[in-house]
C-alpha cells in the first residue's frame, strides 16, 4: 500500500482525459488500494485516477459518516440525470483551501465496474450524487473550479501558484 502525490490545480495533468480500463486485474486492484489508502489519509470523500497522475477511468469514493464504505467505481457512465438540480460548496484534494459552489443535477444514475469487473449501477442522490460527478469529470479533465466565473478562476490559479511558490 502506499500514499500516492496528489496533482495540484493548475497542474495541466489535470485535464488530461483518462482512458477505459481494458482489464480490471490485479494491476487495477492494487491502484485501488494505493488511491483509497491516499483518499483516507488526506481526508477526502472521494478520489479519480487523474489526481494521482494515473490516466485511467477508476474512482474510489466514501461518503459514509463512519469512513468505512469504500465505493469503487471503474469504467463509470452516468446513465440518467435528474432534470432538478442543486447547489452544494464544493471542495478537492487537487484545489486544496478553495470551496465554491457548484450547481449539477440532483440525483444520477450511475453504471460502472465493480474491483472485480463485475458491472453494477446505482441511484445516486444527496453527496453521493455530488461527488460521484466530480469524480467523472475529473477523469473527463474537468476540475469543479472550471464551473466558476473566469476571475475566480485566475484569483484561484494565483492564490494557488503563490502558495506552491511559498514551500517550494
Ligand atoms: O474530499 C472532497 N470533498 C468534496 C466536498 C464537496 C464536493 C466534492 C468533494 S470531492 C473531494 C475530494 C476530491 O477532490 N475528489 O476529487
Ligand atoms: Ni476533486
Redesign the pocket.
Known amino acids: 500500500m502506499a500514499v500516492l502525490n496528489i496533482l495540484r490545480y493548475p497542474d495541466p495533468r489535470l485535464h488530461r482525459v483518462a482512458e477505459p480500463v481494458r482489464e480490471v486485474d490485479q494491476h487495477i486492484r492494487q491502484l485501488v488500494r494505493d488511491m483509497a489508502e491516499t483518499m483516507y489519509a488526506a481526508p477526502g470523500i472521494?478520489l479519480?485516477a487523474t489526481?494521482v497522475d494515473v490516466h485511467l477511468r477508476v474512482i474510489v469514493l466514501d461518503v459514509s459518516e463512519g469512513r468505512d464504505q469504500l465505493r469503487v467505481f471503474i469504467n463509470p457512465e452516468i446513465v440518467e440525470r435528474s432534470v432538478d438540480s442543486k447547489v452544494y460548496e464544493e471542495g478537492?484534494?487537487?484545489?486544496p483551501g478553495i470551496y465554491d459552489e457548484v450547481e449539477r443535477p440532483d440525483r444520477v444514475t450511475v453504471r460502472a465496474l465493480d474491483e472485480h469487473g463485475k458491472p453494477f449501477t446505482v441511484e445516486a442522490d444527496g453527496l453521493l450524487a455530488v461527488c460521484v460527478q466530480?469524480?467523472i469529470d475529473?477523469l473527463n479533465g474537468r476540475?469543479?473550479v472550471q464551473y466558476l466565473s473566469r476571475l475566480k478562476q485566475s484569483r484561484i490559479k494565483s492564490r494557488l501558484l503563490k502558495a506552491d511558490r511559498a514551500v517550494a
Open positions: 472521494g479519480a489526481q478537492c484534494l487537487s484545489v466530480h469524480e475529473h476540475v469543479f
